[in-house]
């Protein structure tokens, strides 16, 4: 077997990892937790894939404005429809952090009305096909490639490896067993409703507008963790305010837990940006959570590189 | 290894579940169905466990109301505690399934404003101590063992299991590992909202009135499989009305799928009834899916037999 985590450079980062999955699958360690509880669940944007220079499901979300508002000009007396024809990422991204749950709904009720086989095939054909204004590569691969091997690692050792997102379960659930080996069901997060229409040919799933709630960001992970896991998490990761909940959420699991925040400090390879994150890393200084530095920690960021 | 299904009757209803499940897991087969798409999902009321004569939430609430009466007799006057403390079940068996919404409002209400770590255990207490008015034994031992072996069986042939059931997700949850050796994450269906309050110790998980949309009941059953799955099953089982959209939903799966009817014809050694079920015994003659009659298959039913 070739050494774990060998994506990760030899530092006190990666020696925790594998202190802790050391000490919670060792039968007879003080700190054994059985595979039932090891539940791990890791916030997506940002912290699995690269969310700069804008959310990639909002690259999603704009060509199918600039689709919807060719069809039917007088939508682009919309701010957002005006917005997108005319290349303004900054519109969008002065929606958050403040305007998630906004941003959020335009991002939804863009892709409402359709079947949702429908939007399978749209957003499948985006992650391949659409290609990152920096990189010049698909979206699909601006994975992490540490944090894949980090998940794989975990599942090798009898983890159930989830992904609680802010940003579209479904949009995430076409590409995550490819990306990350993470079956569609172990992606939680914010969704649109469905509606179940009965046909002739029996009965088809619909899109709706308007998002089941709560939207998974903030405070609404632990609850969409409760919802569609049902346990406790014991290691938990994230890179944003938005998951200061769920972190602190798993360190109140009775069992030894780990939280890990994945802090953007390399420029270089990606991007430096505190913005959005200050009140998380207070915390993980108060709390002794883990910090990973994307320049220190990873020894390679993207496959691609 | 044993012969599988030794619990079910040498009829064809045993034969037609293993033809199904050596045709989608033979390699070579033109049936062959890829572990990842071996998804099955079974109703849990009078399709897993015993619904008469009433469904065993229900006398988990009546607990409550009476509890809550109680302490606030001015709540008789509301029908539903009344109903509870005169021991009158019918009046909530005449909620549904007409009613079935406001009836599911009710069991919901009774158990929120409490954390979720609370309804925890009082629904774990209840499944182990409430006892059946008619076999006299813990709720816990209700389940239908044929049943529980064939979800075994599923299992050993890299099926991944789901209860999609229309009662609460979250009670459900607290024995479907010990009972059918399903885990929480697992089961889906109808359930509260969640809230989470930060509170000095961390973030604590609280149940608010009010279902998350949609009921996991009739149309809600695809769309509660899509929320929480995000794949149609190929096999589904159920046994009433409230089934039908999901059976023939898993058969509009590409893949060579299997629709499993309980029919509850055995009042002897448990209860025969039609009623709720019309319609979807109708569509299972029209679309061919498979009855499974308790008195013919089902060589025993309970454990405690």
Redesign the interface.
């Known amino acids: 077997m070739n050494e774990p985590l060998s994506l990760w450079n030899q530092t006190p980062t990666r020696h925790a990892i594998l202190d802790f999955v050391a000490a919670v699958t060792t039968p007879g360690s003080p700190d054994f937790v059985p595979p ?1 509880e090891r539940i791990a669940t890791f916030d997506n944007d940002g912290t699995l894939w690269c969310e700069k220079p804008g959310y990639i499901q909002l690259f999603f979300a704009v060509e199918r404005l600039k689709e919807l508002a060719a069809a039917d000009p007088s939508l682009l007396v919309q701010p957002a429809y005006k917005a997108a024809v005319d290349g303004d990422l900054a519109y969008f991204e002065g929606l958050y952090p403040g305007n998630l749950p906004e941003l959020m709904k335009l991002l939804y009720d863009t892709h409402a009305g359709m079947t ?1 086989a429908e939007f399978e095939a749209q957003a499948y054909a985006f992650l391949c096909q659409g290609i990152h204004p920096r990189y010049g590569r698909p979206f699909m691969q601006l994975a992490y490639q540490p944090m894949v091997e980090l998940i794989n690692y975990l599942e090798a050792n009898g983890f ?1 490896v989830f992904i609680a997102t802010a940003g579209g ?2 949009f995430v ?1 076409m590409v995550s ?1 490819e990306i990350y080996g993470i ?3 172990q ?1 939680i997060g914010s ?1 649109i ?6 046909t002739e ?5 619909f899109r709706k507008p308007g998002l ?3 939207l998974g960001d903030g ?5 969409n963790i ?6 406790k998490p014991i290691l938990a990761g994230g890179n944003a305010d938005g998951d200061l ?1 769920m972190l ?2 798993s ?2 699991h009775p069992c030894r837990s780990l939280q890990l925040l994945l802090r953007h400090d390399d420029g270089e390879r990606e991007y430096a940006y505190d913005a959005g994150a200050e009140k998380v890393q207070q915390l993980a200084a108060e709390r002794n959570w883990q910090v990973i530095s994307m320049q220190k920690d990873f020894y390679k960021v993207f496959a691609f590189e």
Chains 1, 2 share one sequence.
């Open positions: 039932a949702q159930k379960m479904s659930r067993e079956p569609r069901e992606v969704n409703t469905y509606e179940t229409r009965m040919t029996g009965p088809v799933l089941v709630e709560p405070p609404g992970k632990p609850a409760e919802l569609h896991i049902g346990r909940h602190w959420y360190q109140t």
